[in-house]
C-alpha cells in the first residue's frame, strides 16, 4: 500500500512538470497512460525506499502500540530477533530493486524519452481563435472575426482571411471570404475549409526584364479549400537514436562506456602533452645564435635575415616568443574545455553506476531506521509514521541530491558522492535500534525535561 502511495506522489511531480507539453495536441489517452507507465517505472527505485520506510514505521508502530513488542520481549524474543524475517524480506526487495534498475529502468527510459520527445514535437491541435492571426499550420496564416455555432455541430466562420505561403515568395496569395465552414477529415489527414461570397488575390511574377508584377483577381459564391494537417498526429521516431545516453544504459554497458571515456580522456591529456612539449623555442638555435652576436651565423642561418642590430634581433625573438605562448595559450583553453567536457561525461557515468546500488541498498537503510523507530515511538496508522518517514527520506533525497551535484561539478568522486547519504544515515539506523533494543525513551519530553532540570540543579547548587 505504500509503495503504490510513494509511486503515486512521485508520478504527480511528473504530470506537474510536463503537463504544458501533452495539453492541447489532441493526443488520445491510451499515449499518455503508455508515457505515465514507462515514468512510474522511473520512480520505482525512489519510492522503494520510501515505502520500505513508512510500512516498517507503521508495522512496528502498531506492534508497539498494542503491546506486542512488550509481550514478544516478555516471551524472551529480542527486537532483533522480531526483525529478522522482515529483515530477509527487504533483503529480497533489495535484490529486486537492483534487477529492476538494472534491466528494467533503462528500458523504460528508452521509451519513455522517446515517446516523450514525439509528444514534444507534434503540434497542437487546430484551435483558431476569433481576431487572432494563427500560423500553426505550414504555409498558411489564416485570422478569422468571429465563430457561430451551427445546429449541426459544425462552427460558421465569419469574416475570413487566408494567407497562402506554400510557395515561400512572401504575401502573394490572399482570400478573403464572407464565411466559411472548417471540417475535419475522418482520418485527420488534413481538413477543408468552404467559404462563401468572397475574393481570391494572387500577385504573380514574369519571367521578363520589365519586372511586371501582375495582380490576378477572382470573386467566387463558394470555394473550397483542403489543407494538410502534416505534423499535426503524432509520429514515433526510432527509438535507436535515444540508445547512447547513459540514463539507457545497464551496469555492462556503463562499465564498458566509462572504459572508454577514461582512455579517451588519457588520449587527450597525451596529445595535449606533446603538442605542447613540441619545439617552438626549446633548444632552438635562433636564441643560441642571438647570444653570440654573430650577425654573419644568424643570417647564414637564414633565421633572421632582416635583423642587423641587436635590438632588432631581441625584439623579434620576442615576438616570436609571444606569439607561440599566444597559441599555447588557445591550445591549452581549447584542450582543458574538452578534457573537463570529457571529465563531466565519465562522471555522469559513474553515477549512474553507483545510483543502481545505493538506492536498491536504500531499502535496507530506511528499514533499519523505520522498524526501531517504530518500536520505540509507538504509534501506528498514516499519522506520526508519515511525519517521521517524510522528515527522514526528505534528509536521504537531499543529500543525495548534493552528492550527485557536487559528483557532476567534479568536487569529488562519484563513489563518495553516491554514498553521502548512506554513510550518514547508515550510523542513525544503528543507533535507533541499539535504542529501541534497550527501551529508551528518546520521543519522551518528561526524560528530557528531567535531564535538563538535573543539570540546572547542580549548577545552582555549584
Given amino acids: 500500500m505504500t509503495f503504490f502511495i510513494a509511486v503515486f506522489v512521485l508520478l504527480m511531480q511528473f504530470i506537474w512538470l510536463y503537463v ?4 492541447g495536441k489532441g493526443i488520445e489517452w491510451y499515449v499518455i497512460a503508455e508515457l505515465l507507465l514507462y ?12 515505502a520500505v520506510l513508512l510500512a516498517s514505521l507503521m508495522t512496528f508502530g502498531n506492534l508497539g502500540e498494542h503491546f506486542e513488542l512488550v509481550s514478544c520481549k516478555a516471551a524472551g524474543i529480542s527486537l532483533q530477533k522480531i526483525m529478522r524475517p522482515i529483515g530477509v524480506f527487504v533483503v529480497i526487495v533489495c535484490g529486486v530493486a537492483f534487477i529492476f534498475a538494472n534491466y528494467a529502468v533503462p528500458v523504460a527510459n ?83 475549409i468552404k467559404m462563401y461570397h468572397g475574393t481570391d488575390y494572387q500577385d504573380q511574377q514574369e519571367n521578363t526584364t520589365n519586372k511586371n508584377y501582375p495582380l490576378s483577381r477572382f470573386s467566387f459564391e463558394e470555394n473550397e479549400m483542403r489543407i494538410s494537417l502534416v505534423g499535426f498526429e503524432l509520429q514515433r521516431t526510432d527509438e535507436d537514436q535515444f540508445k547512447h545516453d547513459y540514463r539507457m ?117 530506511m528499514f533499519l531506521i523505520g522498524a526501531p523507530l ?18 527522514f527520506f526528505l534528509i536521504f533525497w537531499v543529500l543525495s541530491i548534493v552528492g550527485e551535484d557536487i559528483s557532476k561539478e567534479l568536487v569529488l568522486p562519484a563513489h563518495i558522492g553516491m554514498w553521502i547519504s548512506t554513510a550518514v544515515l547508515l550510523p542513525l539506523g544503528i543507533f535507533f535500534t541499539y535504542k529501541a533494543t534497550t527501551d529508551s525513551a528518546m520521543f519522551n519530553m518528561g526524560a528530557y525535561k528531567a535531564f535538563f532540570a538535573k543539570i540546572f540543579k547542580r549548577k545552582s547548587a555549584k
Fill in 39 to 50: 515514468s512510474s517505472a522511473n520512480v520505482v527505485p525512489l519510492a522503494l525506499p520510501l
Fill in 374 to 391: 517504530g518500536a520505540i515511538v509507538k504509534k501506528g496508522g498514516l499519522g506520526m509514521p508519515v511525519v517521521i518517514s517524510v522528515i
Fill in 249 to 365: 544504459f545497464n551496469l555492462s554497458q556503463l562499465a564498458n562506456r566509462i572504459d572508454t571515456l577514461k582512455k579517451e580522456y588519457d588520449n587527450q591529456v597525451a596529445s595535449f602533452t606533446y603538442l605542447f612539449k613540441k619545439p617552438y623555442t626549446f633548444a632552438d638555435s635562433l636564441s643560441k645564435a642571438a647570444l653570440s652576436n654573430d650577425t654573419t651565423k644568424i643570417e647564414s642561418q637564414k633565421i633572421l635575415p632582416s635583423a642587423k642590430t641587436q635590438y632588432e634581433r631581441w625584439n623579434q625573438i620576442y615576438t616570436i616568443a609571444l606569439n607561440n605562448a599566444r597559441v599555447n595559450q588557445g591550445r591549452a583553453s581549447a584542450s582543458a574545455t574538452e578534457t573537463v567536457s570529457r571529465a563531466r561525461d565519465t562522471a555522469r557515468m559513474e553515477i549512474e553506476w553507483h545510483r543502481k546500488f545505493s538506492f536498491s541498498l536504500a531499502c535496507f537503510l
Fill in 20 to 23: 504544458d507539453e501533452m495539453l
Fill in 110 to 192: 528508452l521509451k519513455f524519452y522517446s515517446l516523450l520527445y514525439d509528444i514534444r514535437s507534434t503540434k497542437p491541435a487546430v484551435n483558431i481563435k476569433p481576431g487572432v492571426f494563427y500560423n500553426e499550420i505550414e504555409g498558411y496564416t489564416i485570422r478569422v472575426m468571429d465563430k457561430v455555432p451551427l445546429e449541426n455541430g459544425d462552427e460558421m466562420l465569419k469574416d475570413v482571411m487566408i494567407y497562402d505561403h506554400t510557395s515561400n515568395t512572401g504575401n502573394r496569395k490572399l482570400t478573403v471570404a464572407d464565411s466559411a465552414v472548417m471540417k475535419m477529415a475522418d482520418d485527420k489527414a488534413y481538413f477543408s
